[in-house]
């Protein structure tokens, strides 16, 4: 049994680009086991507004649903037409970075202490939280 080997590189939005033997020949390959690869945004470090702006950005390249785009970037919007919320100025919202996935994490913990088990509200959490931890660390954390 022959398996060939096809080389795969990084694209957004589930799609994958293949490079056939062919199309590979005479070029220098470097192995992929070493790193995943770059990501444009650390959602473990960033601030409301840069959330924003990345969310816009992955539901432009088709990773996030227009429903997942929209609550990533909803406080934002509400803080910056109001010019604060909860707590949070605008000024805080520009410049104060905080750790996205774990406080997706807490939010979710809070949403399943406030709604049934099998309610959409956890669902559509538990999916977004996922997203976001293998567009950040390049694996199924959940698995």
Not at 9 to 32: D, E, H, I, K
Not at 63 to 68: H, I, W
Not at 123 to 141: A, D, F, P, S
Request: without cysteine; negative net charge; glycine residues 6%.
């Amino acid at each position: 049994m022959h398996i060939q080997n096809t080389a795969h590189t990084y694209a957004p939005a589930g799609q994958s680009t293949l490079t056939t033997p062919a199309q590979n020949t005479g070029q220098v390959t470097q192995s992929t086991s070493t790193s995943s690869p770059e990501r444009a945004f650390d959602f473990t470090n960033m601030t409301l507004k840069e959330q924003s702006e990345a969310a816009n950005t992955l539901y432009q390249s088709g990773y996030l649903t227009m429903g997942e785009m929209a609550f990533l970037t909803g406080r934002y919007g509400l803080i910056k037409h109001d010019g604060q919320l909860g707590g949070t100025s605008l000024n805080d919202a520009n410049t104060k970075p905080f750790n996205v996935i774990e406080q997706m994490r807490e939010d979710l913990a809070y949403v399943k202490s406030q709604y049934p088990a099998n309610s959409d509200v956890i669902n559509n959490h538990e999916v977004l939280l996922k997203k976001i931890e293998h567009y950040q660390y390049g694996i199924n954390t959940h698995a």
